[in-house]
């Protein structure tokens, strides 16, 4: 009990000392002010830019494998082998129906195709550069599709490819600016009728401008074939995609990606010796790639602020010196009337880690100050783990800065202490 009131009063005493020294406090912990703030602030800005552009590849969704003709990121090292990449077939329906019937680690699976700059009409109103999306029985589970208003295709409506839709909430607001409910309409694509079913949930625009649903329309991938050729690969013909949903005990997706592999393979009649003419991609792959790109970035960061933080180090060290200086009478005094060692090692130990837990939460402050200036689309946060790091970077500078002089103190002699001027 003895021991923790002393720690108690060497807090007591580091502080009055902090407080009588204002402007030297000050000064002192600019360096380390500046140097959290430089690392915090880099850090914050990568872990938002990362966030951001991965919530951007959230319309490409999670825990997915798709089946392509083109991979999302190229293959191997060497050249673009783009000619090996366009003579691919596409993803067919058989390879669909082939791959839903033989799978067994998949969750969910559809095949869906693209066309871009639709218009889709409502008697007088009308809306361009629309995202038309043809999604099988699946699709939703596939890219989660939240709704507003009504329901998803049924698998009977897809197989007989239906004349209904799901819109987009920017596409109800600009057909069906008076109806709240615009479930059960008639909207036209291509001068047909399609029946709305139901209405996709705002999403508001990504960072990256990534197709979002607002701007979607969504009909039955027969319906959709119907409209657009699909096939395996001809110039005129659009590229489907087959998307399959892996399960959560299969951890990285590694026994659904084999299997899919060997059953394309089979699918394909690809002899052992045989590379794949068929592309395996998946979200996580794009989300590393530009994890690694920030992971230099951040290096960048905490060198440039490392050495702002060594400035402020030594800056709080050769205040320490000066304190133990002023004070050696004082601190004479109070050996002489009983006080420990580590009491008044703990006192400068203490001031140190003040001054420079004083310059962190500054830099901090800052910091916070800076995630409130807009930046467009890029959502700034500044996250408990960064706040975490820069008070635990700022304890540790401020106790590496002290031990020497808070060492010094606590080993001076109180007779020869007492004596110096």
């Not at 933080?309 to 010196?321: D, K, S, T």
């Not at 009478?329 to 203490?350: D, R």
């Given at each position: ?29 600019l ?19 990362e ?9 490409l ?35 669909y ?14 095949i ?32 989660e ?18 004349s209904?839709?799901l ?36 999403e ?9 649903n ?61 590379t ?7 979200p996580?792959a ?16 905490w060198?440039?602020g ?59 402050i ?5 995630t ?21 970077v700022s ?13 010094m103190?606590?080993?001076?002699d ?8």
């Amino acid at each position: 009990m003895k021991t923790l009131i002393q720690i108690f009063e060497s807090f007591r005493f580091a502080w009055r000392a902090l407080k009588s020294n204002i402007l030297r406090t000050i000064l002192s912990l600019l360096g380390v002010t500046i140097g959290i703030f430089a690392i915090i602030a880099v850090l914050t800005l990568v872990d938002s830019l990362e966030k951001n552009i991965k919530d951007s590849l959230n319309f490409l969704g999670t825990g997915v494998i798709y089946v392509n003709k083109w991979p999302f990121i190229p293959e191997g090292s060497g050249p673009y082998k783009w000619w090996d990449y366009w003579r691919r077939p596409n993803a067919s329906v058989n390879e669909y129906k082939f791959l839903q019937a033989n799978l067994r680690n998949q969750s969910a699976i559809s095949i869906y195709a693209a066309k871009g700059n639709v218009v889709i009409k409502k008697d007088n109103n009308s809306i361009g550069q629309i995202g038309l999306r043809g999604g099988g029985a699946g699709y939703n589970d596939i890219f989660e599709i939240n709704l507003d208003k009504g329901r998803y295709f049924s698998a009977e409506e897809v197989e007989a490819g239906r004349s209904i839709a799901l819109i987009g909430h920017e596409v109800r607001n600009a057909l069906f600016p008076n109806i709240e409910d615009p479930t059960g309409q008639v909207v036209r694509i291509k001068n047909l009728k399609y029946k709305v079913v139901g209405v996709i949930k705002k999403e508001g625009q990504s960072f990256l401008g990534t197709p979002s649903n607002d701007y979607t329309v969504i009909i039955p991938y027969n319906a959709f074939r119907k409209l657009y050729q699909t096939g395996t690969g001809a110039w005129n013909e659009l590229q489907s995609s087959i998307g399959v949903k892996g399960k959560d005990a299969d951890i990285g997706l590694v026994e659904l990606e084999n299997e899919i592999t060997g059953i394309m393979r089979v699918r394909r009649g690809l002899k052992p010796t045989e590379t794949n003419n068929f592309a395996l991609n998946r979200p996580e792959a794009i989300a590393n790639m530009v994890s690694g790109l920030f992971d230099v970035v951040g290096i960048a960061g905490w060198i440039i602020g490392g050495f702002s933080i060594l400035v402020g180090g030594f800056g709080i060290a050769n205040i320490m010196f000066v304190s133990v200086k002023e004070r050696t009478s004082v601190i004479g005094l109070q050996k002489s009337l009983g006080a420990k060692n580590y009491f008044i090692l703990f006192q400068f130990l203490f001031e140190a880690i003040f001054l420079s837990l004083i310059g962190g939460l500054a830099g901090l402050i800052l910091v916070w100050l800076l995630t409130l200036v807009p930046f467009g689309s890029l959502v700034v946060i500044l996250t408990v783990k960064n706040i975490v790091l820069g008070l635990g970077v700022s304890s540790i500078i401020g106790l590496v800065s002290g031990i020497i002089p808070a060492a010094m103190a606590a080993r001076l002699d109180p007779v020869a202490a007492i004596r110096a001027n």
